[in-house]
């Protein structure tokens, strides 16, 4: 490739602005071609030659392509711009089922020399990744079990929004935004083998799941519980982490918005022997003010591409595994 990597985004909606300020701020990325179907959205990418129709982007002279559109339309959009020899970015999820990203997976057998990686974002996070160090670093010993509550409001126009259409999502707020989640238990202690679920549509007048609910298990005896919502009617953030010698706990994501409230990090050690502090160990809490999420992954993707390394982090590998955590959520409630 050039110095200056041409990029394309399928997809202008709120995440492909939110990627194009990214490459905007990059020194080796140009934003040269667009597509989407509402042409009111062009006019907040200047210079950017628009069309509505996405083959304009996969036939142009990009090198890569970032994909943006809702799950139904991004496997057959992935394929096509790897079989253009583009090397593609896509937002979670991956698509609509198992099947979707194991097709992908083919495409990109096909085509070793082209990068694919996925928006599995929140691995980014500074709470995440801290919170990453200190668990590999050994210093709340073994983990022994995980807990994470990831859950939105949903909003006045959550049941008339895409996300709540089956044919255009796939499914509801597990596979939206609690994959998410599945992804950073996954981050921290790998595969997980036995699924127990109940999941349900508790308050949405909505063909999906508004509301799901998961104990995980791994090889290693790790034990995860999930809660996903669009019934938390506060936005809510919490991955909790105990280990043998401690815990750490990563309360709150920063966003655009600042509605899942300030990103902290608690850090405790295990101390029940001196007969004063028994389950009130002393804490350490870190602020972070800043999010470089979506700098650091754009940065990521482009740095895999000029020095022509392997996609390590939202890898196809991580699309998979994360998918059929999903859908054995799902079936474990049928």
């Not at 006045?156 to 929004?161: G, H, K, Q, R, Y």
């Not at 104990?215 to 034990?223: H, K």
């Not at 750490?248 to 608690?266: A, F, K, M, P, Q």
Request: net charge negative; with cysteine.
């Amino acid at each position: 490739m050039t110095d200056t990597l041409n990029i394309g985004i399928i997809g202008l909606g709120k995440m492909g602005l939110t990627r194009y300020t990214e490459c905007c701020n990059h020194p080796q990325t140009v934003v040269t071609h667009g597509s989407d179907p509402d042409r009111d959205r062009y006019a907040l990418f200047p210079g950017v030659t628009c069309s509505a129709n996405p083959a304009s982007v996969i036939g142009s002279d990009v090198d890569a392509v970032l994909i943006a559109t809702p799950n139904r339309f991004a496997p057959e959009l992935i394929i096509a711009a790897l079989d253009s020899g583009k090397h593609v970015f896509c937002e979670k999820p991956p698509g609509c089922s198992v099947e979707d990203i194991e097709a992908i997976r083919v495409a990109e057998a096909r085509h070793p020399e082209l990068k694919l990686k996925f928006g599995f974002n929140h691995r980014y996070h500074a709470g995440i990744q801290e919170a990453k160090r200190i668990v590999d670093s050994g210093t709340i010993g073994r983990v022994l079990w995980m807990r994470g509550t990831y859950g939105k409001c949903g909003g006045e126009d959550f049941a008339e929004s895409w996300r709540s259409d089956k044919a255009l999502s796939g499914a509801g707020i597990l596979l939206d935004q609690g994959i998410h989640m599945l992804d950073l238990f996954r981050h921290f202690v790998g595969d997980f083998t036995e699924v127990k679920s109940m999941v349900e549509t508790a308050y949405w007048d909505i063909p999906v799941e508004d509301n799901a609910f998961a104990l995980l298990r791994n090889d290693a005896g790790v034990v995860a519980m999930l809660h996903s919502s669009s019934t938390q009617w506060k936005h809510t953030f919490n991955l909790e982490i105990y280990g043998a010698d401690g815990l750490v706990s990563v309360n709150g994501i920063l966003s655009s918005t600042r509605s899942y409230g300030d990103e902290t990090l608690t850090v405790a050690r295990r101390a029940f022997d001196d007969g004063f502090n028994t389950g009130k160990p002393q804490e350490e809490t870190i602020y972070f003010d800043t999010d470089p999420s979506w700098q650091l992954e754009m940065a990521d993707f482009v740095a895999c591409i000029a020095n022509d390394t392997p996609v390590t982090t939202g890898t196809s590998d991580d699309a998979l595994s994360a998918m059929k955590l999903v859908f054995a959520i799902y079936d474990g409630d049928r």
